[in-house]
């Protein structure tokens, strides 16, 4: 689409902002203003202007639509139908986004996004895998951004039930950052959707990060913040929720664990408190299907999912000796119906 093309054209220029973006289309046809860059000379910096005038920009754009392409990537722009509706009401939506997978416009009414620390604890990543299962078993997307922690563990929750999540980038699409979650990636297109607002061989820079976690914020209904310190980025994706008038939501932790520094203090400060995938639907409005029933097998009576058990707790549960419990958790664990966590300690799948 045309459109899209001098969206595209004006997101690679540099020093321009999608802020500037958005202004410049407030004045006219982007296209009029592309074609006369010196007529926006309060928006538009001289690199940009220049870049516009000698036809660089233009051949820029052509060969970064040339590469997705290559690649299976599509760019969507902002006004395209396939472009997430809850994103384009924002306040800076990303003039254009990089995709891979499937975008579903209005899923941003039933989508949650859950972020939190990349060294999170044993316990915060079962319980976010399990709440994430709960709620994307109801049909509820869930959004993070593919890092270490949390956010893997969000989007594994999902995945393990066939639910939809979207893993938001803060690099270009040809570059997911960390490098061992691009099994991870690929998997989320087939249930899902990859995006980002970066254009193909960028690096995962931190200072990337403000810019996607104002896109996890924007894409749907609230957000949810795991394990968080005190200066933890997950904090910056709850205050651009707040700005765009979404929920704010908090699992809470111990008061003496720096890891729940962040997530206490938003408690303190009025987000609403996750104890289970109930609060999260109460907060948006949403109901819940019944859980499903639990299995008969005792080991699997004596397993939580959303914290993990040692091998002690598990025995004095269902009062088996420990060899026969290994027995039945390494089965267990061939049948997926187990993890093992590091530290050997156990969660039902």
Known sequence: ME???DRLTLALLPGVSSRVGRDLLARG?????LDHPDDHGDLLPVSAREELRSGRARLRAEDEDRRATARGIRIVGADEPEYPLWLRRTYDPPLVLWARGVLVTGEGERAVAIVGSRAASAHGLAFVRALAQDLARAGITIV?????????????????????TIAVLGSGLDRPYPDENRGLARAIVQEGAVVSEFPLGTPAWRSNSPRRNRVIAGWGRAVVIAEASEKSGALHTARSALEEGREVMAVPGHPSDPRAAGTNALLRDGAALVRHAADVADEIGL???PPPVAPGDDVLSALRRDSPSSLEEIASRCRRTVPELLARLTELELEAQVRRLPGSLFVRS
């Open 3 to 5: 459109a899209t093309f």
């Open 29 to 33: 046809p982007l296209r009029a203003a």
């Open 287 to 289: 109901e819940l299907p």
């Open 144 to 164: 993070s951004g593919l890092a270490r922690g949390i956010d893997t563990a969000a989007h594994q929750g999902a995945l393990d039930v066939r639910g939809r």
